[in-house]
């Protein structure tokens, strides 16, 4: 691989190419650096996947990964064979895309909401306090839900005060989802308004003057400029976020979920997890996983391709 690099001579400036050993040996300290990581990411993120193999065996922890009889595609036809796999996979897309397009539009408004706040303090506290969720582990708050939402929690106190009754919230199947994708819209939706605050803090301020100028109001200021002026930025968060329909969350839902809630709360990821180390049904639970792992890829690449297409986002 050579690169060009740009060294003076005379007065201009002229391309020198420039080998891979020329490279290493100039940029020698930076690939130092960089060998841990590779390293790490060798030994726990492509090492495993050798293991990818039981997809296809009738895996036996006694006979070994050699010694298992393949089974070639048998795991995957019982995929859709069982009405769990299929409920998973349901429970996943909606729990899912519920968070997508929420994730997208509640950051957008309350970014352009908050863009609206001219006290410099008031706007700074209002950003640390929605952001410092975005920190909290998933255990953490399934802690705090649980204790909020329990029998005794603060909202069936208040439910009772007002002469209703308790609600078990996180046993109740037809309530999962919601708790699931609202919990999740709390945790993360700081993180959105900040890149969207980031993303109209670049826009033209010239733009609103002339816009004032002509007589413009702040609605409509908002609606012809700082909508086209942040949709870069939307239509890069919207593709990206297409990798992510069959990933819903396993540790919000593992730490949420119970017996009484799989029919609305189980997701691919904890599927697989119970199927695979609690029933121990390694090959089942491993082809589902590379069943996932493999429309995500997918999606991702196409994501990838258009954002690049409609916002000239690229990573390489």
């Known amino acids: 691989m050579k690169k060009l690099s740009k060294a003076k001579s005379g007065g201009g400036m002229m391309a020198v190419r420039r080998g891979w050993k020329q490279e290493f040996y100039h940029s ?54 069982f009405k769990e796999s299929y409920q998973a996979i349901i429970n996943t897309l909606i729990i899912a895309v519920s968070k997508i397009v929420l994730g997208l539009v509640v950051p957008i408004v309350m970014g352009l909401l908050l863009n609206e706040v001219h006290h410099t303090g008031l706007k700074k506290g209002i950003q640390t306090l929605v952001y410092l969720p975005h920190f909290l582990s998933w255990v953490t708050v399934a802690g705090m839900l649980r204790d909020i939402l ?41 993180f959105g308004m900040i890149v969207y605050l980031a993303a109209i803090s670049n826009i033209d301020q ?13 609605w409509q200021q908002t609606l012809h400029i700082t909508l086209p002026g942040i949709m870069p930025m939307i239509i890069v968060m919207a593709t990206l976020s297409l990798g ?10 593992f730490n949420l979920y119970s017996p009484l809630t799989y029919s609305t709360g189980d ?47 690229r990573i390489f």
Do not use: H
């Open 28 to 81: 020698w300290p930076l690939y130092l650096l960089l060998l841990p990581s590779i390293i790490l990411a060798v030994i726990f993120c492509y090492a495993p996947m050798g293991g990818l193999v039981m997809a296809f065996q009738n895996y036996k922890p006694w006979l070994g990964i050699l010694d298992s009889e393949f089974v070639g595609l048998e795991n995957f036809r019982q995929i859709f064979a």
């Open 150 to 190: 329990s029998l005794d929690g603060i909202v069936n106190g208040f439910l009772t005060k007002l002469g209703m009754e308790r609600i078990f919230f996180l046993g109740e199947a037809g309530m999962f989802r919601q708790i699931a994708v609202i919990s999740d819209l709390w945790k993360g939706f700081g």
């Open 206 to 218: 010239n733009l609103y003057e002339a816009a004032e100028m002509d007589g413009a109001n702040r």
């Open 244 to 253: 992510n329909v069959l990933n819903a969350g396993f540790d919000q839902i």
């Open 267 to 313: 997701i691919i990821d904890t599927y697989v997890y119970r199927q695979s180390l609690v029933n121990g049904q390694y090959s089942f639970g491993t082809a589902v996983g590379l069943f996932k792992s493999s429309i995500s890829l997918a999606l991702t690449v196409v994501s990838y391709r258009i954002a690049y297409k409609y916002a000239g986002y």
